[in-house]
């Protein structure tokens, strides 16, 4: 079978409730199957499957943050909060922090100087956050254990590694650390841009993505194993599946990407520019959210996979989505030497790769799927003077 053939992500729902950005998601634990938002609307939301198991329904929305509300993560159960707890950090420099069944903070976490843009939990409730003010702090309970003082710029991601005491920074000065104990164990090195986002996969490994369009595997050690070209623009997130090694990233390339035993196995695009976040659930079901508030869900099984209008209208919304050719999210576009129609006679090589075709004048950017055997209309290409000149500055390819 082809990559991606017989186990392809399709559309699950469309979830609209928050009125900006979706800057941050989780999957829950209570309920089973849910999961929390996190939105420049100022708030959070908690949301379960729906009896009929295609949608979800807004259980309830958080609210504690003076301003944006960029990261959340749930702080596993404990003897005093059986169902666990939420954490969510902000623009406002605070970390709040709720219980799954109220609306306000159980307490309010102050100290960073700064917009508090990610966050991470291990055992015993400790509660890791990194900080646009360099620092990454160390929380029990309701007070500041340590702070891991190193990185010379933002700390964009951060991670509690499965091991004792050992935890993981990821900076906008293109370097990840790793700390035991509260202190610098090792820094890695490679990254050509901010690392944005980090992903566990084992005691000893971990991944990477970065504002580079590239994706690394490394060993604890400090080894760098791999590296994933893909995106060609930065990657804000990444999320990997339960009990394997695959993985899915998010960024500013408009797309959504699965990557299977290593390899770019299926591109969805979006109609939104920035796709700033995803988690995956128990389900193997992806959760994204974007800069136009609204969270879609992905789903490989053909039971939860959305009817064939709502397919339908989020490819009509996909369609009609403008693609500014300054993104580079195309390569370079040079309009007159494009071809038409036609051009989408043949079929493509891989799955998510591009074609852009002229027609009356209009640029028009296509996608292959492979499991549909069809071109799907991903945007008209907007312009200057109808994408002719060439994208300024650096064009990536597949993150080269």
Known sequence: AMAGEGSTFRL????????????????????????????????ARLWAPDGLNRG????????????????VCIIPPSELYPRGLIATGGNDHNICIFTVDNSAPLYVLKGHKNTVCSLSSGKFGT?????????????LNDRCMM???????????????????????????????????GRCERTFTGHEDCVRGL??????????????????????????????????NYIYSISVFPRCKDFVTTGEDRSLRIWKQGECAQTIRLPAQS??????????????????????????????TASAEEIQA?????????????????????????????????????DGQTRLIKDNGKVEAYQWSVSEGRWIKIGDVVGSSGATQQTSGKVLFEGK
Request: charged content about 20%.
């Open 12 to 43: 699950r729902c469309s979830l609209l409730g928050h009125g900006q950005d979706v800057r941050g998601l989780t999957r829950g634990l209570f309920p089973e199957g849910s999961f929390v938002s996190v939105s420049r609307d100022r708030t």
């Open 275 to 304: 796709v700033w976040c995803c988690c995956v659930l128990d389900n193997g079901d992806i959760v994204v959210g974007a800069s136009d508030g609204i969270i879609r869900v992905f789903t490989e099984s053909l039971e939860r």
């Open 199 to 232: 992903a566990i996969l084992s005691e000893m490994e971990f991944l990477s993505c970065a504002n580079d369009a590239s994706v690394r595997r490394w060993q604890i050690s400090g080894e760098c194993l791999q590296v994933y070209y893909g995106h060609t």
């Open 56 to 71: 979800f329904t807004e259980m309830h929305c958080m609210s504690g943050h003076s301003n944006f509300v960029s990261c």
């Open 314 to 350: 989020f490819e009509n919304e996909l369609a009609q989505a403008s693609i500014d050719p300054k993104t580079g999210d195309l390569g370079d576009i040079n309009a007159d030497d494009l071809p038409g129609r036609e051009h989408l006679k043949d079929p493509g090589t891989r």
């Open 127 to 139: 509660l890791l956050s990194g900080s646009w003010d360099t620092t990454a702090k160390v929380w």
């Open 147 to 181: 702070t891991l003082q190193g990185h010379t710029a933002a700390i964009w991601a951060v991670k509690i590694l499965p091991e004792q005491g050992l935890m993981l920074t990821g900076s906008a000065d293109k370097t990840i650390k790793l700390w035991k104990a």
